[in-house]
């Protein structure tokens, strides 16, 4: 059988590392090392400003590697960094509730994203905000600012589902 008649592996399991880096970060900071696109984004450096049930302020630097070649924040790691952002938003103030892990996974059904501004760097501000929450459903609003004017509006939908239950099952 070739590589390309493989199976696709199944998917791991989220490790203790990932779990640690979203519940156990240093202070002033959002999250940890040990998260794959959160290491991507280097997101153990973002300064947390502030911290409120449904609320978040950061303060982020501009990685080398997700800048476009006019030295700004290229579009297609923004929605990276909006995700990473909201589903913590939607956790922020509650962070000894999430100690011990995740009861429950955020699964992300839609984004939206304005672009106003270029993100140049070297640092920029996020403000996400909980906007809605309803059964299952969390609704969350995020800005980035560059130098206090608004850059980025994104709005992002995401459902809570089980930890246990099956990837792929409605």
Not at 95 to 102: D, I, K, L
Not at 110 to 120: H, S
Not at 121 to 126: A, V, Y
Request: charged share 25%.
């Amino acid at each position: 059988m070739s590589d390309l008649e493989q199976p696709p592996p199944a998917a791991a399991p989220m490790g203790a590392g990932s779990v640690r880096a979203w519940t156990a970060p240093e202070p002033g900071r959002l999250m940890g090392r040990g998260h794959p696109a959160g290491d991507f984004l280097e997101a153990y450096e973002w300064e947390l400003l502030d911290e409120a049930p449904g609320l978040l302020r950061l303060s982020c630097h501009l990685p080398a590697h997700v800048r476009n070649p006019r030295g700004q924040l290229f579009g297609g790691f923004t929605p990276t960094y909006v995700d990473m952002v909201a589903l913590q938003t939607v956790r922020a103030g509650r962070r000894q509730e999430w100690s011990a892990g995740p009861r429950n996974w955020l699964a992300t059904t839609n984004m939206r994203i304005d672009y106003f501004e270029p993100i140049l760097g070297p640092r920029f501000e996020i403000e996400s905000r909980l906007e809605k929450a309803r059964g299952r459903t969390r609704f969350v609003s995020t800005r980035f600012l560059q130098d206090g004017e608004m850059a980025v509006y994104a709005l992002t939908t995401m459902r809570e589902v089980a930890v246990d239950r099956p990837l792929g099952d409605a």
